[in-house]
């Protein structure tokens, strides 16, 4: 069972930047893909960005492209997501997910297998 846990998210004002971090604590985190999701109240919860393994390959929701980067440091055990240019609409709680048998990256929540409980992201306007 890998254990994630997100951190960085706050209330930042339009335009302004926010650094995500997830950090597992299992042994084998180089194994997986990670994906980043994000859900709005009454919403489904929806990919944002996902990263291969060696991070060598990273996918972007349309809505994200040029403003989102997501890196990995598999010596830290660790997965982020920079996030510049916010958008009131960018509101969510993120999560940020593992899929321990990826065979490229997954765009769907189904695909992952682990879970981090979410941190609150806020954007004014």
């Known amino acids: 069972q890998e254990q994630l846990a997100e951190s960085g998210g706050g209330l930042v004002q339009a335009g302004g930047s926010l650094r995500l971090s997830c950090a597992a604590s299992g042994r084998t985190f180089s194994m997986y893909s990670m994906g980043w999701f994000r859900q709005a109240p009454g919403e489904e919860r929806q990919i944002v960005a996902a990263i291969s393994r060696s991070g060598g390959y990273t996918y972007y929701a349309d809505s994200v492209k040029g403003r989102f980067t997501v890196s990995r440091d598999n010596a830290k055990n660790t997965v982020y997501l920079q996030m510049n240019s916010l958008k009131p609409e960018d509101t969510a709680v993120y999560y940020c997910?593992?899929?321990?048998?990826?065979?490229?990256?997954?765009?769907?929540?189904?695909?992952?297998?682990?879970w981090g409980q979410g941190t609150q992201v806020t954007v004014s306007s």
């Open positions: 997910a593992a899929d321990r048998a990826p065979t490229f990256v997954a765009l769907v929540a189904r695909s992952y297998d682990y």
